[in-house]
């Protein structure tokens, strides 16, 4: 019982892990996904000096990435002593992951909720030309002609939008449910 119950917990911080990775990704790129995926197969304290010449990235950047995720609480600093040296390191916030994740995606929910509405309550133009969109009081103002490229704007219909917003929404509900968020 005790092994199945500890398989459980390892598929849940699997998954957190998983859930975090891609997070990172979307909000800053593919070297940041290099250095939180090295941080957490690395199990220990990275050290900040080698980071950017193991992964094949400048310091700099690593140095940028390290302290982006710092300010996330998914990472904290160590001074490491090793012989007669201090080493900077890095390690994982496990205890912080599932609350960053679940703050993460209530914040994702709110916008996209907030946008949900938006196009389902807001009469929209679009120009043909340059895809920009308009209110109807933009529209009117402009004669309903794109200023950009004087294109003739035509009515938005919002109904693929709407259905991506919801199916997404959806999504995040689901991924909250199984944190015990909702």
């Not at 490229?149 to 959806?170: F, M, R």
Request: glycine share 6%; proline share 3%.
């Amino acid at each position: 019982m005790a092994k199945k119950k500890q398989g459980r917990i390892r598929d849940r911080e699997k998954i957190i892990e998983d859930a975090i990775v891609e997070l990172i990704t979307k909000m800053y790129g593919p070297n940041a996904r290099k250095v939180i995926t090295h941080i957490i197969r690395s199990r220990g304290v990275v050290a900040e000096e080698t980071l950017g010449k193991e992964l094949g990235i400048k310091s700099n950047e690593a140095r940028r990435i390290l302290q982006k995720l710092a300010e996330e609480a998914i990472i904290s600093y160590r001074k490491v002593r090793r012989d007669d040296r201090t080493i900077h390191g890095w390690i994982l916030n496990r205890e912080q992951l599932e609350g960053v994740l679940i703050s993460r995606l209530k914040k994702t929910l709110d916008k996209l909720k907030t946008r949900l509405e938006y196009e389902e309550n807001t009469i929209l133009y679009e120009c043909p030309v340059c895809g920009r969109r308009y209110s109807l009081d933009e529209a009117m103002d402009y004669d309903y002609m794109c200023p950009i490229d004087g294109a003739p704007l035509n009515e938005y219909d919002p109904s693929e939008s709407i259905k991506v917003l919801k199916e997404k929404i959806k999504e995040i509900e689901a991924d909250l449910a199984f944190l015990g968020a909702i």
